[in-house]
């Protein structure tokens, strides 16, 4: 056993079954040598301590078969060990009553019941054995063709010695020769049982311990050797038997290997290099030819000098054979590294082929085969429970286009290594490509789901340290819940769709599928179609609504709002064409077509009423449009085709569009550059921050209708708008009330401090005839 193993292997420790194992095995050689001169006890009393320890073992051997971390096949070893002691007990019992019968029994006599209860223990344990699964390298046929040669090879050389020391050393084979032929061939399956189990040491199979099989393998000695040749070198009285005294020390052997694979239960064994050959043969011949040589030496003369050119030209052939064999065996070493390397080459090139090179976690590829074989165990109306959820980081992109790619891997690799904390080990967390990440939820309900989504977020809350800076991350979720006949693709798409429903909702949360979500997204695309055809059909107009200063309500400049009449809808507004718009990225088309035609009007109005035109005029830009590349220049490039001035042009933006920075952030750097103003829109609905009035370079600040709406009555309303336009004006913006709909509203505005504002109260917005007829009725009154 490896270093290593070892100090993960639990140390020995005195336990009560060993203690009273060796307490046993020291009564029974005190009771041995107390009945050696003479019977002093009762014959029974001589087997008792034999029975308790083969009772003691095989309680050892069947607690060790239930330690957890112990494989199927291990555990049924270890439950054959035990039955093979209940075996052994019957038969200790047998003797027992035999010799009580028989007072003058000879220790090595068994009736055929007791006789078959040994064999049958030694045919059960060779059984479980030989069942292992042996080394993979070679058949399970060839490793059973030569445990048999050796076997037999055992077996021959036990008989050929037994035979000579009752003919010789006991002199009492005519006497005794049937009587003993038992005792050979029970001495000869103890050392048949103890190759058994050296052979399964060596065999490389993992789950039963190896130094627990060499102590099974010495107990099978002890117990064949000693019981066996025992008898047969000392002169035993009846009544007294080997047995009562190696029995108990075999079976001490027997619950050591137990306690010790209980230990290293779930430890994994180290890989051992096999010996090309065996040494079982080459010792039987070694021994046989050292007993050859005793009985020639008898002889003398001839005899003795053919034994000895035997002998020699055997030795010669068994070295020239085992050079041969070691020769083999280191190319078969070679081989089997060469073999490994190969494999384990073909391993990563799997791995590769299944896992993402980034986060190691599993690929698309691999997700679906998962998923395909997480859906088959599931079955239609299996009851099973399986659940698909999809995970998109927010505004990832961002990260990348301002920090580098750099930055944005190492962030990949943490949201990677989260999301495998936050689910359990059978669970699959796969990335998909780029931010998308998937993951497989078995055996878990639609709310048990959810908290494992809600544990994501939650974790996903704690900022990112990427390369030196320190990241917050928002994702969005879809999940998708298994029914009858699902496919993975059909599972993918739900999920799909519901974390597009999720990001819809305001991002950095998680969304179920339902069937509603279908129906909207048919509604989507379906209106998405008919925005295009809008786009190329000229059926998209703009109004004006008028900023104005207060109190007296003079017109300042105006905001763009576009309109569209669907020939069959009638009025969309905007709130429900703009979303599906940004989704379907139209936004981009439409919104440059916006900002040429505003631009082109706001030009000629310049050139019609000179200083009595709108001293601005303000267009809204989308998230999206501000992420698109080039969206500077495109500004720049309508600026100059309509020859407007660009210090006169207000883009209006949303918190949210500029909150998390980036390339929005910068793309609004580029248009100050330009000379263009920025205006924050709906301020205090989205992710209201005062450090972005620090980092976005706005000039004018939008309060959001919600806060004047109840200014006149509410003091909340009230407390509001004054810290609000206290803070534009220490920072030096222009602040401008929305939705002003009272002369109340406009006069408690005026009285905290606003000197702009719009709304219906002062102008709904203006079709550009309108606005033209309110500028010449102006300039006609200023005249």
């Keep these: 056993m490896t270093t290593g193993e070892e100090r993960q292997v639990e140390r020995l420790r005195p336990t009560p079954m060993l203690i009273t194992a060796v307490a046993v095995l020291v009564v029974s050689i005190g009771v041995f040598v107390a009945n050696y001169a003479a019977q002093r006890s009762q014959v029974v ?4 301590p034999a029975m308790i320890g083969t009772a003691i ?188 005294m190696f029995v108990p020390a075999t079976l001490l052997f027997v619950a ?79 081989v089997d590294a060469n073999l490994v390397e190969l494999n384990g080459y073909q391993r990563r090139l799997t791995h590769r082929a299944t896992h993402d090179a980034l986060t190691d976690l599993a690929n698309r590829t691999l997700f679906e085969q998962q998923t395909r074989a997480a859906l088959a165990e599931t079955g239609a109306g299996a009851g099973n429970t399986l659940s698909l959820a999809l995970i998109d980081l927010d505004d990832f992109k961002a990260i990348n286009d301002r920090l580098g790619h750099a930055v944005g891997d190492a962030l990949l690799v943490v949201v990677a290594q989260r999301l495998r904390e936050a689910v359990r080990e059978d669970d699959v967390v796969a990335r998909l490509g780029g931010d998308e990440f998937g993951l497989l939820l078995r055996g878990l309900r639609l709310a048990e789901a959810t908290e494992v989504l809600d544990r994501i977020a939650e974790s996903l809350t704690r900022p990112v340290h990427a390369l030196g800076y320190d990241l917050l991350v928002k994702a969005s979720i879809g999940l998708a819940e298994v029914w009858p006949e699902a496919s993975p693709q059909e599972l993918l798409r739900r999920a799909d769709l519901a974390m597009y429903a999720a990001k819809e909702r305001g991002k950095g949360r998680h969304a179920v599928y339902d069937a509603r979500l279908e129906q909207d997204q048919a509604a989507d695309a379906q209106l998405g179609a008919e925005l295009r055809q809008a786009l190329d059909n000229g059926d998209f107009t703009l109004v004006y609504q008028p900023i104005v200063a207060l109190p007296d309500g003079e017109w300042t400049s105006l905001e763009t709002l576009i309109r569209w009449k669907h020939p069959e809808r009638g009025f969309i507004g905007p709130d429900v064409f703009i979303p599906i718009a940004e989704r379907t ?127 006149g009555g509410r003091s909340e309303e ?22 002003v709909e009272t002369a109340e509203q406009a006069e408690t505005l005026y009285r905290l401090g606003y000197r702009f504002a719009q709304g219906y109260h002062f102008s709904r917005p203006l079709s550009p005839q309108q606005v033209t007829e309110h500028l010449e009725a102006a300039r006609v009154l200023a005249v």
């Design 45 to 48: 009393w001589g087997w008792m």
């Design 57 to 244: 073992a095989g309680w050892a051997c069947w607690r060790t078969a239930f330690t957890p971390g112990l494989d199927r096949v291990t555990r049924r070893v270890w439950r054959s060990l035990a039955v093979v002691c209940v075996l052994i007990v019957l038969g200790l019992a047998g003797d027992a009553r035999f010799t009580v019968l028989n007072p003058g029994r000879l220790d090595q006599q068994h009736d055929v019941p007791t006789s078959i209860c040994y064999a049958l223990a030694m045919m059960v344990l060779l059984w479980a054995l030989l069942r292992l699964p042996m080394a993979k390298r070679e058949s399970k046929d060839r490793i059973m063709v030569r445990f048999l040669l050796d076997a037999a090879t055992i077996s021959i050389t036990v008989g050929i010695f037994s035979w000579y020391l009752l003919l010789q050393v006991v002199n009492a084979w005519d006497a005794e020769g049937p009587a003993a032929v038992p005792v050979i061939m029970l001495m000869a399956l103890g050392l048949v049982g103890s190759l058994a189990f050296v052979k399964v040491a060596l065999s490389g199979f993992g789950g039963v311990d190896r130094i627990a099989l060499r102590l099974l393998a010495a107990a099978a000695a002890v117990g064949a050797v000693g019981g066996g040749l025992f008898p047969l070198l000392f002169d035993l009285h009846p009544g007294l038997s080997g047995s009562q």
């Design 256 to 334: 050591f290997a137990a306690d010790r694979q209980r230990r290293a239960a779930g430890v994994p064994q180290p890989e051992r290099r096999r010996r090309p050959f065996s040494v079982v043969p080459y010792l039987a011949v070694a021994a046989t030819d050292a007993l050859l040589l005793t009985v020639s030496s008898q002889a003398g003369g001839a005899v003795l000098t053919v034994a000895l050119a035997a002998v020699l030209l055997t030795a010669l052939v068994v070295l020239r054979q085992v050079n041969a064999l070691s020769e083999n065996g280191r190319l078969l070493g070679r």
């Design 585 to 711: 990225g139209l936004i981009v088309p439409l919104g440059d077509w916006i900002l040429r035609t505003a631009l082109r009007q706001a030009a000629e109005w310049q050139d019609v009423f000179g200083s009595g035109a709108p001293g601005e005029i303000g267009v809204n830009v989308s998230a999206r449009q501000l992420r698109e590349p080039g969206f500077a220049a495109d500004v720049r490039a309508a600026l100059a085709d309509s020859g407007f001035d660009p210090e006169k042009l207000v883009v209006e933006v949303t918190e949210t569009a500029v909150f998390d920075g980036g390339v929005a952030l910068d793309t609004l750097q580029s248009l100050v550059t330009l000379g263009v103003k920025v205006a924050l829109d709906d301020f205090g609905t989205g992710h209201s921050s005062l450090g972005l009035l620090r980092t976005c370079p706005a000039d004018t600040l939008k309060v959001d209708k919600s806060f004047v709406d109840g200014i």
């Design 718 to 739: 009230a407390v509001i708008a004054t810290a609000m336009i206290q803070i534009t004006n220490g920072l030096h913006l222009q602040a401008i009330a929305e939705g």
